[in-house]
């Protein structure tokens, strides 16, 4: 009975999310000043969906000793797929992606429309200009997502940290939120190469889906004397929540 139970759920959760597709990628057709508003929501309604239809059992850890700043730059390491709807499906931000997510059938397009910032990594003017529209946005009062290890990772943290998160902090006076990611079943939510459909495929036959987003106090920029000590300070913090979490 559980079993059967659980099949209807996950086939209830792929019919709300096609319903959802469709609904998104028509409105993505109409002009971008017509959906500034309230596509977003929609877009946030979507990657809950998203997120229920691959039968992620995602859970907020809130680890914080104190409130929350309600404007605030969201960090996050980055080992699989899933945060890419899996943050904006729990926090209230506009993601920065690849290029390459941009051209991901009707993911790109739904992207695009719910305004995320698309860089191409190895094009220092691409580079430049996400780092001056993610600055404009938060000046404008928008909370952002980033992901400092500049890419997928895999299951540890990346031996650095890049710097735009930090300087968009420093520049703004925006405190840091970070968030630290550990999926149970790491192997298989690990993004490595995989094309969206096999990974899509990969994360909805993990024998463990359960998601865990730990929130830790936020970094407040005026702490820090310039973007190297931010980084290098947040940095070591991962590395402390690494070996409490995965070690």
């Known amino acids: 009975m559980r079993c059967l139970l659980h ?20 409105l993505a057709l109409l002009p971008q000043r017509w959906l500034r508003r309230w596509y977003p929501w929609l877009f946030r309604r979507w990657c809950r969906s998203f997120v229920r239809a691959l039968g992620v059992d995602l859970r907020l850890h809130q680890h914080q000793t104190r409130p929350l700043p309600e404007h605030f730059i ?16 729990t926090f209230d931000v506009v993601s920065l992606a690849k290029e390459e997510v941009r051209d991901w059938w009707f993911v790109g397009r739904i992207a695009a429309a719910a305004g995320t910032f698309f860089v191409k ?3 220092r003017g691409s580079r430049h200009n996400a780092l001056v529209a993610m600055r404009d946005t938060v000046r404008k009062g928008s909370n952002i997502a980033i992901y400092p290890e500049g890419g997928c990772k895999g299951r540890r943290i990346a031996e ?16 840091i939120v970070p968030v630290f990611l550990h999926y149970e079943a790491q192997q298989a939510f690990a993004w490595e190469g995989q094309t969206l459909p096999q990974m899509l495929l990969q994360i909805a ?9 730990h929130v830790y106090d936020a970094f407040d920029p005026a702490g820090f004397a310039d973007r190297d000590a931010y980084s290098l300070h947040v940095h070591a913090r991962y590395l402390e929540w690494q070996q409490r979490h995965l070690d």
């Open 121 to 123: 990594r190895e094009n």
């Open 74 to 89: 969201l960090i996050a390491n980055h080992p699989s797929a899933l945060e890419l709807v899996g943050i904006p499906a």
């Open 7 to 26: 099949t209807l759920l996950l086939i209830l959760g792929w019919l709300d999310l096609v319903a959802h597709t469709a609904l998104l990628l028509v």
């Open 160 to 175: 650095r940290f890049h710097y735009g998160a930090f300087t968009i902090s420093l520049e703004t006076g925006v405190p």
């Open 205 to 213: 036959r993990a024998p463990n889906r359960r998601a865990n987003y």
